[in-house]
């Protein structure tokens, strides 16, 4: 992170990237002696609420990011930033999006935990949109020229006053990643599940084993002798939506050997904050892939040095397929199907999970067909990830392809259900045992 002294010292030399967090109230003059070569931008975590009208003088700048600042209107001058691709404003107390303030290149916006009552129509204009967070505001809809954003892969309107998700809105050919959870118009089924309770008292915190956007996951014993998973919700509203919301899924989600088993309720943290307890995790499983880069946007990244046999990778998607199969069985859509909440060890058991953008839904409803077809495309760019990294060219293979590609299809209802892939996943497991 560079300082303001650094750069009016002229001491950080053709940067691409600045990061300046020292409670501004004002645009950095100085900044304006990198136009030629800044390309990411970070100011968040300062008090600035306006930005300079010559903003478009930044013409490599790809990537900005303003959170947790004081803005109230979205900056229009944005919107002439030529390579801008990338925007962030979570946490601020921005109430309006004015027309045509949106760069027509956007890729991926985020506007987390502001006051936004509405989009702008113009939103419809933004061709190359893939990433949509809008999750902590108070849309009570969305504008149908949403629906032009053809290539929109993942959206977050959780929390927010939707009374009703458009049908228009869950059929959009490359849709895969959907939290609608925390809005008036939210299925809330009626049956609850009820654990037994741990209090606080009796845990002993060992190790945190990770960190995500809704809580933090630490290894713990309770009473000093049995070893376990602890998951602390961090209480407030999160890209994905309320933690509350999560918690409410995690509790409906069944025993499943690929779902990682809840074993109690926290009672009486001493922060008031609301937490799990989880069957520990043997060490020798690992993530299957990392979050999404700026680069990649929607997909997953990779190592270059991870490579799987056809078998294991067979082993790894059926395991998948069956806990989200389950999940759909009870009325729960994912929302964030991915390989990065996808733990694995080298026999190719695999443990799925993170149900921060789950959303409950009615099977009985008009809607259910399309959202569960939602998590099969998801579940078909799942299986192409897993697909590249296998290592050798087993003939088998041509089966995995198949199954992305159908469940890939830009026409919804063309795509199979979970029950359909399951069925033709048989096949494919039985060819992998003769590897």
């Known amino acids: 992170m560079a300082t303001l002294e650094e750069l009016i010292a002229g001491k950080i030399l053709n940067p691409k990237k600045i990061t300046l967090s020292e409670g501004l109230s004002e645009f950095p003059s100085v900044l304006y002696d990198y136009v030629n070569t800044l390309e990411i931008l970070d100011l968040s975590g300062n008090n600035l609420s306006e930005l300079p009208e010559d903003l478009y003088r930044f013409t490599k700048l790809k990537i900005a990011f303003f959170s947790q600042n004081k803005f109230t209107i979205f900056p229009k001058q944005l919107a002439k930033c030529p390579s801008l691709t990338m925007i962030g404003f979570k946490s601020n107390q921005i109430v309006e999006i004015p027309e045509d303030a949106l760069p027509l290149h956007i890729q991926w916006l985020t506007l987390t935990d502001n006051r936004i009552e509405k989009l702008p129509k113009s939103i419809g204009k933004c061709a190359y949109l893939q990433k949509c967070m809008l999750a902590g505001n108070r849309l009570q809809e969305l504008p149908e020229e949403l629906a032009q954003c053809k290539n929109l892969e993942l959206l977050r309107i959780s929390a927010n006053q939707l009374t009703k998700i458009p049908t228009w809105l869950i059929q959009m050919p490359k849709l895969s990643w959907l939290a609608f959870s925390g809005n008036p118009a939210t299925y809330i089924p009626k049956n609850e599940v009820q654990l037994p309770s741990i209090d606080w008292s009796r845990i002993q915190i060992k190790q945190q084993l990770g960190e995500g956007a809704s809580g933090v996951i630490s290894k713990a014993t309770i009473d000093g ?211």
């Open 225 to 435: 002798e049995n070893e376990v998973a602890i998951k602390i919700f961090k209480g407030e509203v999160t890209s994905d939506g309320y933690p509350q919301d999560e918690l409410a899924t995690c509790l409906s989600t069944g025993l499943h050997e690929n779902i990682v088993p809840l074993q109690a309720i926290i009672t009486n943290h001493p922060e008031g904050k609301q937490g799990i307890v989880m069957e520990l995790i043997p060490s020798d499983f690992k993530n299957l892939g990392q979050p999404p880069s700026f680069e990649t946007c929607t997909r997953d990244v990779f190592p270059i040095t991870q490579k799987l046999t056809y078998a294991q990778g067979v082993e790894i998607l059926h395991g998948v397929l069956q806990a989200v199969k389950q999940l759909h069985d009870r009325g729960i859509m994912h929302g964030d199907l991915y390989a990065h909440n996808t733990l694995y060890n080298d026999f190719g058991k695999a443990y799925f999970g993170d149900f921060g953008a789950a959303t409950f839904y009615d099977k009985n409803s008009e809607e259910a067909p399309f959202l569960e077809r939602l998590d099969v495309r998801a579940f078909g760019c799942l299986v192409q990830d897993v697909f590249l990294q296998i290592q050798n060219n087993y003939a088998g293979k041509k089966a995995l392809k198949y199954i992305f590609q159908e469940c890939m299809q830009d026409e919804l209802m063309c795509r199979p259900t979970f029950e359909q892939v399951a069925y033709f996943f048989e096949g494919v497991v039985l060819d992998s045992h003769f590897e």
